[in-house]
């Protein structure tokens, strides 16, 4: 079984990233053939400064690392390293609809935002269809957010070997439900363009400010609060804790007599130590870049010797060799 995915170069991994998307690949590692990448192309559709991508792109190098991607078990490569995947981004957007493309939300949300359209974003899952049926995958783990893609990119390749013949494997989407949506500090689903992020790894002068600065309600410490399973920093608390710690600081909320303070200070250590290990990784890697980048260089090569043979295989089926 061979399972993709990958990560724009957009900002800082927050929690919504590493709990929906990362850890589940991470995980993945040893049931399969793993494909990860940094999706520098898909950046392109909204970032438009060269140093930032450049820095982004390593950062999501050295986080992935950090926090488990094993280069002798994944092939881990940048999306720009394999150019054939767009070449194929353009066969496959020859069999889209226009009407599949505008029902897309990654456009449709940022249109409805003001933000203005450009064609690539637009066109966006088609190059993500592109980035999946090149390494013939079969499961893509992602988080609630890009099922539509991967539905999408389904579509696509059934269409495509109803008229040329069977060219590309239909990939499934994997969808954690514990963590399709991971609450973002506003209790909104955590997203960089939503301001709500908490960063895996950052200074934690400001992040342990972020974390006391969670609003919650005007109900007495001393209240029981029969709805302690909905509070944020319980939610929260049940990503980074173990199980026993979550359930004990649920209970006393529950009961009455925990203050939010002490229940966001618990969070705020449990996130802390979670990331402990990973952080101490991460400070390593980076004081070691050329090992990173030989890393991804070895990720491209081989990940382009796959990528090529399937681009040969729909070139001939389409009747372009
Ligand atoms: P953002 O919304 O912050 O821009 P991305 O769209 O770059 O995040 O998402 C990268 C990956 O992380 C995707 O697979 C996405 O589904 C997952 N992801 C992002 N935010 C969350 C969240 N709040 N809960 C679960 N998964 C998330
Ligand atoms: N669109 C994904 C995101 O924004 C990133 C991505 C690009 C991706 N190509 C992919 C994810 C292929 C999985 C498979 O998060």
Not at 48 to 61: G, P, T, W, Y
Not at 110 to 128: E, Q
């Amino acid at each position: 079984m061979r399972i993709l995915s990958g990560i724009q170069p957009s900002g800082a991994l927050h929690l919504g990233n590493y709990f929906g998307m990362m850890r589940p690949a991470i995980e993945l590692q040893t049931k399969g053939e793993t494909f990860y990448f940094i999706a520098d192309y898909h950046s392109m559709t909204s970032l438009f400064n060269a140093e930032e991508r450049r820095k982004n792109s390593l950062d999501v190098a050295l986080d992935f690392l950090a926090c488990g991607l094993d280069p002798k078990k994944s092939v881990f490569f940048r999306q720009s390293d394999v150019p054939e995947v767009c070449e194929l981004a353009w066969l496959l957007s020859t069999l889209t609809p226009m009407s599949m493309l505008e029902k897309a939300h990654s456009f449709k949300d940022k249109s409805a935002k003001g933000i203005p359209i450009n064609h690539g974003l637009f066109a966006y899952p088609v190059l993500m269809a592109a980035d999946i049926l090149i390494y013939d995958s079969n499961l893509v783990p992602v988080g609630q957010d890009q099922k539509q893609h991967v539905e999408m990119t389904r579509d696509i390749a059934v269409k495509f070997n109803e008229t040329y013949g069977e060219t590309f494997v239909i990939p499934e989407p994997q969808i954690k439900v514990e963590t399709a949506k991971v609450p973002g500090l506003d209790g909104e689903k955590m997203s960089k363009s939503y301001g709500n992020t908490l960063e895996i790894f950052g200074e934690e002068k400001p992040l342990r400010k972020k974390v006391m600065g969670i609003k919650m309600d005007s109900r007495t410490p001393e209240e029981p609060k029969p709805d302690a399973e909905k509070n944020l920093a319980i939610e929260l608390l049940k990503l980074v804790a173990p199980a026993e710690t979550a359930a004990d600081f649920e209970n006393r909320l529950r009961a009455g007599g925990l203050g939010y303070g002490d229940l966001k200070k618990a969070l705020f250590e449990n996130y802390w130590n979670h990331f402990a290990e990973a952080r101490k990784k991460r400070a390593e890697l980076a004081a070691n870049l050329d090992y990173v980048n030989q890393i991804l260089a070895d990720g491209a090569t081989k990940a382009r010797t796959l990528a090529q043979t399937v681009l040969k295989r729909a070139r001939k089926n389409c009747g372009l060799e």
